[in-house]
């Protein structure tokens, strides 16, 4: 019998739970060359859809509009927790602009979040969105509970 199996994955709900509070992600995108590149970044789950603020003056953002392809990393370890607190998501498709009458209440949501690199606020940094269509995603603590039924 295999060690792990599908039930580490986390369900939709659980999903929303872990991402829901999660503020910093690590942005996957593709440079000029198609090799990758990864930047932390300020998130925030609404809605079903990952949102997050890249720096005007990254190379992410960079990336991204030149090819919308995109991985967004959540992944939680509290400092002196146990190996099966770990849990994490990759987020896969291609970042999409918000819609323009869901703007207002994004810019709210982001105007407290720092930026995870700089610390600061960045008022002028700009939101994309990946969905839950292609997501990977784990719970080490369901790795206890691998041989139950």
Partial sequence: MPREHPTIKLTLPELG???SGETRCIVASLDAEGGP???AAACAFRDG???FRLPRASRSLANLRRDPRVCCTLESHPEGAEYYTIKGALFHGR??????????????????????VTGRPDPDGEIFWVGTDDVASFDFAKIQRRFES
């Fill in 95 to 116: 970042a999409e602009a918000p819609e323009a009458d869901a703007r207002p209440a994004l810019k709210d949501a982001f105007e407290g979040l720092p930026d995870p």
């Fill in 49 to 51: 859809r990952l949102y």
């Fill in 17 to 19: 739970e872990f991402a």
């Fill in 37 to 39: 590149w990864g930047d």
